[in-house]
Structure formats: structure tokens, C-alpha cells
């Protein structure tokens, strides 16, 4: 009975310690993320449903939005969203892993972003600037969105838009 104490014991150590190193890997790549625009958003690493890599996107000091990795679908762009003199877009790399082109645009402006991968599944891309479309490119596949407004609330001013009109 003694063996097994111990055993469990330091079973228990190490299980300890290695989640503590999974929370200073993921920390560091949130560190990195949250320096750009803490004041607009933030976005962090977590997990999902059955234990799986998933993004958290924070705008505002509200969840915004989550994505898990090896979802039923898995999108190139999940979504984009802009506050005062920020844009933001995110989404799930090619199942290649390949680059990823993101360029945020609208009436003047065509502006290519930096594109920051996380946790090797997810990528964020950020500019300082007001855009109407974000669109994304990757090797195999192409996608593109209008870029959500947000209120100083940290809600979404949903706008409907009808393409017949």
C-alpha cells in the first residue's frame, strides 16, 4: 500500500507539472498576442471539447467568439471584427498548414495585415485600420467576409445585408 502512495504521489507530480508546462506554452503565445491591441481585444488559447486545442477571442473584456480545432468544419476564416482604429480577423490554418495571406479593405484602402499563427492550428491578423472586407488566402483555398462593427459595449451591431438590394 505504501508503493502505491508513492507511486500516486508522484503520478500526481508529474501530471502537475506537465500541465503546468502546457499553461506556460500557451500563456507565452498569449502574452505575444494580447501586446498589439490589449485595450480592443485579446485573443488566448484553450481548450475545447474533448480536450482540443481551441482560440478564444476577446473584444471589448467579453468573449467574442471560440473555435476548436478538428471541428466538424474547419474554416480559413472564422471571423473579423473591428473596433476604433483596430481590425481583427481570425480563423484555422489549411489542414497543410501551409501560409496564410490576410488583407483587410475597403473605399481607399487595401491593407495587408501580419499574420500570427497560435498553438500551430490557429492564426490572428491585426492592422490599424477601418475596413469593410477582410480577405483571406492560403495555397489551397481563398475566403472572404465583411468586417463586424463593435459597440463600446463589447456587443456586435449585427447588420443585415441583403444581396438583392
Same mark, same amino acid.
Given at each position: *500500500?505504501?508503493? *502505491? ?32 491591441? &490589449?485595450?480592443?481585444?485579446? &485573443? ?42 483596430? &481590425? ?14 490576410? %488583407? ?23 492592422? &490599424? ?19 463586424? !462593427?463593435? %459597440? ?9 445585408? !441583403?444581396?438583392? %438590394?
Amino acid at each position: *500500500m505504501t508503493v *502505491m502512495a508513492s507511486g500516486s504521489v508522484e503520478h500526481r507530480a508529474a501530471a502537475r507539472d506537465a500541465a503546468a508546462a502546457e499553461d506556460t506554452a500557451a500563456a507565452e503565445d498569449t502574452a505575444a498576442v494580447e501586446g498589439v491591441r &490589449a485595450a480592443g481585444y485579446r &485573443a488566448r488559447l484553450a481548450r475545447g471539447t474533448g480536450g482540443r486545442a481551441a482560440l478564444e477571442i476577446h473584444v471589448d473584456g467579453g468573449l467574442y467568439d471560440v473555435t476548436v480545432a478538428d471541428g466538424f468544419t474547419r474554416s480559413l476564416l472564422r471571423g473579423a471584427v473591428q473596433g476604433p482604429g483596430w &481590425a481583427l480577423a481570425w480563423g484555422q490554418l489549411p489542414p497543410d498548414g501551409g501560409p496564410v495571406q490576410v %488583407s483587410f479593405t475597403g473605399r481607399r484602402v487595401d491593407l495587408p495585415a501580419e499574420v500570427r499563427v497560435l498553438g500551430g492550428r490557429f492564426w490572428i491578423a491585426e492592422a &490599424a485600420v477601418r475596413a469593410r472586407r477582410v480577405v483571406v488566402a492560403a495555397p489551397s483555398e481563398r475566403a472572404g467576409s465583411r468586417v463586424a !462593427n463593435v %459597440s463600446r459595449a463589447g456587443r456586435r451591431r449585427l447588420r443585415v445585408w !441583403n444581396a438583392g %438590394s
